[in-house]
């Protein structure tokens, strides 16, 4: 589904990528842990096609090159990304924005929009699938919303548009474990042999809930060394230095 | 040659017209404001008030000329009609009002009519207030439109008269390409316990300077809402001045809406003349393409426990001119003030222009004051994350930018009027967008 080969990204003369390789197919959850600053966010970012990187490499989504795509088009294929920070949009209420989102993707597609009770039906029971206040659908998005609110918004509007990968860009930062529970409650419900999930963490605490098919260690931008979910227990146990020494010891 | 003596003849002209035009107390009303006019003289970017804003060639008009007479019959009106509002209705073509175009009213308790008839049928009315608020001490153009202007709007609502129907004033200027010069007066004097709600609209075809000038009085716990839409101007000129006096534990609440015109300048000024008064002022100005929209608010805080509240928000694109003066002014004698005014700008392009300027002058020590001014660019993150979600470019940005100017008009408190504008405002934005790329 997705293939990545040798992606390096910079922004300002950084290079903060330096030559990805990450293979993931359908039904597959792969999680991805590093230290901070080692590259976690850029990833997400550089597929779901944030501007402003110089990115070199191939980034290979069923077939098509990404890197080729506007953020919207990557969108429409079937990408993505739950944000670490999600952002407020003033004045666009929470349904009209899902309503947009869901016709300009069926456009895409080639089919008329989604009539309004199916509409409405579709929200309530995603909704109540991350357990929303569905108060918050007038809301202005994301305006005024606690940060695990923020968070459920999220998982919420990835419920509505049924991506066919999903990147969690540290969705469990900030959640106290009641909102984890549900977060990661709503992301297993939405799993399914055809989709695929990336899930970027600082905290091994996730895995326990989402419950990856492998694990990756990200550092210096580079994927260092990749592994099943023990992986992610041994990197809580241990830190990331005896990583760095082991790479130090191969090098030499 | 000093220009004086290019001006003696022009003078002698216009003092000839106001002579013809007047008589009595009204007459010599006029004749002491074109004195004044005569020592001030037109704005020049000179002035620390005008520097932003120059209306060139406006030294050629001849202010007295008459502006072309239409046969009604041949006026469409109902095409720049409000829709869904069942309304009284008020006619200027070309500064001369058009009674059988209009639906006005007229009650023992609620007189709207208009400036003309009202210097024969109430002198009185005019005597009491008409001149008494407005400037034209320190501005030649509100001196010149009080001894030039020969008609405009009166309304008068006597004490607790509830006036349950808004009154629509439609400012029309058609039937010419050139330039010309029009003086406007409009009183409104909403007694004691009484409400209104006044939409102005100035539509035009024509390149007209007008020069308006409204009073309005609000009374005693009074409520006088009102709307001014410069939205279907095409290129016309514009000094809108409105002064509002306000008494005792009295509401205003005024939106002023701008996206055509070619050049605009609003002066919108409320004193409060005594305790508890509140005060809402919202506005919003799109422009580009050589526009210009300048808004100049004035609050006059002069007595306690007063509140006033200002939103302005505008959004500029290639070469378009935007201006924001909001002063509040917060005098010795009105503790307990709350005063808000905030104004926010989103430049589309390099080549737009935003003077924005808030001002605070504050000489009570027990009041609640703050005012921002922000001019920016369209939020990239606020736009990558609506792309993210497969929401195109142009879609999204006309997304954030209705958003943006949505919260004005979302302040308008008629439903039909406010869906009309809606309707037009992404309309407009598309315009916008599509000029832009």
Redo the contacts between chains.
Sequence with gaps: MLNINNLKASIDDKQILKGINLEVKPGEVHAIMGPNGSGKSTLSSVIAGREGYEVSGEVLFNGKDLLELAPEVRAWEGIFLAFQYPVEIPGVSNTNFMRTCINEQRKYKGLPDMDASTFLKTLRAKADLVELDPNLMKRSVNQGFSGGEKKRNEIFQLAMLEPKLAILDETDSGLDIDALRIVSNGVNKLRNKDNAFVVITHYQRLLDYIVPDFVHVLMDGQIVKSGTKELAYELEEKGYDWIKAELKAAAL | MSTDTLQAPLMERLQAYVQHSASGAQESLRLAALAQYEALGLPHPDLEDWKYTNFKGLKALDPSMPLPILDESTIDISQYRIAGIDAIELVFVNGRFAGSLSRPFESEQLYISTLAKARNLRPDLLEAHLGKYAQQATEGLTALNLALANDGFVIHLTKNEVCDRPVVVYHLSTGTQERGFNNLRNLVVAEAGSKLVLIEKYISNSPIFDNIVTEVVVGANADVEHYRLQTRYGDAWQVGTTRVEQGRDSRYYNATISWSGQMVRNNLQARHAEKNCETHFFGLYLLDHDNLIDNHTLMDHAMPNCYSHELYKGIVGPEGKAVFNGKVLVRPDAQKTNAYQSNANILLADTGTVNAKPELEIFADDVKCSHGATVGQL????L??????????E??RT??L???A??VVEAVRIEALRDDLMAQLMEELQRMQISFE
């Design positions: 939020d990239l993150n606020e990558f994350y609506l792309k993210s979600r497969g929401i195109g470019e879609k999204a997304i954030l209705t958003a943006f949505g919260e």
